[in-house]
């Protein structure tokens, strides 16, 4: 079946521009994850989604940075106001079960100018 | 905090040869995962490993997990060129969330 899917796949914008970022998980699948890879680093967690539960936040780095989720379809990830800094791949995961195997979509690779 | 280190982070092999990778993390965790990338493709699942003394295979790669060290590792066998990508472990533990941990990544380059 198909896997996860995210849009776009590379997004070139300039600083002060909000990028919107997008997540199709696999059917069926309750949670959903997103992480950001900076370039030649691992991946840090930033924000989860379970079912209708309310989402674990803790790890976005700041207030500019948000996300939703609707039902247990779509994800999309927003950075308002981009910085230099924000530059990396955006990956989602998702998972059939709370805290089980994460299969990873093929990320979104953001510059921001 | 929960931290993972791996190493080497970059490694140059030749075919045929063997090798290993370290994953050290900081505190327990509950499981710990080894994961593939491939140059602009997205993480694939290798394997997954829950209890002191687990060792899984898969073709020339042998993950094992030793809880009381809090070290994994991922030994290679053989190398050929197909095994060249970026590996990463994580970890995961409930009193931390839903999050995986990740470490660094270990860059692998098996030459001809």
């Known amino acids: 079946g198909a896997g996860v899917s995210q849009s776009p796949s590379n997004k070139v914008t300039e600083k002060g521009k909000d990028v919107e970022l997008r997540c199709d998980p696999i059917?069926?699948?309750?949670?959903l994850y997103w992480y950001r890879q900076r370039l030649g680093q691992g991946l840090e967690f930033l924000i989860y989604?379970?079912?209708?539960?309310?989402?674990?936040k803790s790890g976005l780095p700041s207030d500019r940075f948000s996300a939703e989720r609707t039902g247990e379809s779509v994800s999309t990830l927003t950075i308002q106001r981009t910085q230099q800094e924000d530059s990396a791949v955006y990956l989602c995961?998702?998972?059939?079960?709370?805290?089980?195997?994460?299969?990873f979509g093929p990320g979104t690779r953001l510059l921001v100018l | 905090e929960l931290k993972v280190e791996q190493n080497p982070l970059f490694l140059s092999m030749q075919e045929g040869k063997n090798y290993t990778i370290y994953c050290n993390y900081s505190?327990?965790?509950?499981?710990l995962y080894w994961y593939r990338q491939d140059p602009g493709k997205s993480l694939e699942s290798l394997f997954v490993?829950?209890?002191?003394?687990a060792v899984k295979q898969e073709g020339r790669l042998m993950a094992s997990l030793d809880t009381k060290a809090r070290l994994s590792t991922l030994h290679i066998t053989a190398a050929v060129h197909d095994l060249s990508a970026t590996y990463f472990c994580?970890?995961?533990?409930?009193?931390?969330?839903?999050?995986?941990?990740f470490g660094a990544g270990t860059i692998l380059r098996v030459k001809s």
């Open positions: 995961a998702s998972s059939p079960l709370p805290r089980g195997t994460q299969y």
């Open positions: 059917s069926g699948h309750t949670a």
């Open positions: 989604f379970q079912g209708n539960s309310a989402p674990d």
């Open positions: 505190t327990t965790s509950d499981r």
């Open positions: 490993l829950l209890s002191n003394g």
């Open positions: 994580a970890v995961d533990r409930l009193e931390y969330g839903n999050k995986l941990v």
